[in-house]
């Protein structure tokens, strides 16, 4: 086995960690990832300076129509912010732990909480397509753990704690901002299936047994890598539409963009309030 300071994972995320502070030395408070759709939420970031996935060395690329692949650094009201304009997805052929290293080197750029948002089916039958869920917990075992592997010592704990893994603190002030804005948000888990196919009806009542009320194919295992870094972590899943079997209708990415698209500006604002609420919390 190698010393851990030899871990490839971990000298790749120096060599980002380097190339990222050759171009910039910005110090985020807060890290937000934007799910699909939701990458026009750059248009309420001051931005300072953007990175290309494809410039960091090692870095996985994001392969989705909607998912650009940057990280921009810039404020939202004052606030500095790195946001990640496209995310990696296990089901692009990346293995767990690649698509947790942009997560990764958010906490090494210093960030002391993350922001995760996705689009996301919704399995809890009250729900409609456009609701905003705040994620209170999530099943992340239907996909690897992105701490598989030796133990990356300089980043967190063999066994990191997850019984907050989404902050409740944090979790209050997204909800009081929500109350603030006259928007109404829903509450509930996040399941993460490995994609790229949807789910199949009998795969959603499973997981609503299990305790799920909205599914994805991202969230899970980045919230995992974050907290184990000892990141606060936050999450918001736009409905984008219900689960498989819910409906009598086929699935599709078009009604996924079509309905992101629509609810993005009450999002963005959403989201900009809650970001610069939650990284004061944190400071
Ligand atoms: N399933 C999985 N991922 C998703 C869905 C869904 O129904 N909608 C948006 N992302």
């Known amino acids: 086995m190698c010393a851990i300071n030899d871990h490839p994972l971990y000298l790749q995320l120096t060599q980002c960690l380097q190339t990222v502070r050759r171009i910039t030395n910005f110090q985020p408070e807060i890290g937000v990832v934007l799910g699909s759709g939701l990458g026009g939420f750059a248009q309420s970031m001051e931005i300072e300076t953007a990175v290309s996935y494809a410039d960091l060395p090692n870095f996985p690329v994001s392969t989705v129509d ?8 810039g404020y939202v009201q004052g606030i500095p912010v790195v946001a990640m304009q496209g995310r990696v997805h296990y089901y692009e052929g990346y293995d767990v732990q690649q698509t947790a290293m942009p997560i990764r080197l958010i906490g090494l750029l210093g960030a002391k909480s993350l922001l995760l948002t996705n689009a996301a089916g919704g399995i809890n039958t009250q729900f409609r397509p456009g609701d905003m869920m705040v994620i209170t ?43 603030k804005l006259g928007i109404s948000l829903r509450q509930g888990v996040y399941v993460q299936f490995p994609g790229p196919a949807f789910e199949t009806p009998q795969e959603i009542k499973m997981a609503r047994i299990l305790g799920a009320d909205a599914v994805g194919m991202s969230t899970a295992c980045e919230a995992i890598a974050a907290r184990h870094m000892g990141m606060r972590v936050a999450g918001i899943s736009l409905i984008t539409n219900m689960a498989a079997g819910i409906l009598d209708q086929p699935l599709s990415h078009t009604e996924v963009n079509e309905t992101a698209a629509q609810a993005e500006p009450v999002f963005c604002r ?12 944190s400071m």
């Open 66 to 73: 909607g998912h650009q692949g940057r990280f921009l650094f």
């Open 270 to 281: 959403l989201l900009s309030h809650a970001l610069t609420a939650c990284a004061r919390q």
């Open 137 to 179: 917990d999530q099943i992340g075992v239907f996909v690897p753990s992105p701490l598989r592997g030796p133990n990356i010592e300089p980043l967190g704990p063999r066994f990191p704690d997850m019984s907050q893994i989404y902050d409740r603190s944090l979790r209050q002030t997204i909800l009081q901002q929500g109350d």
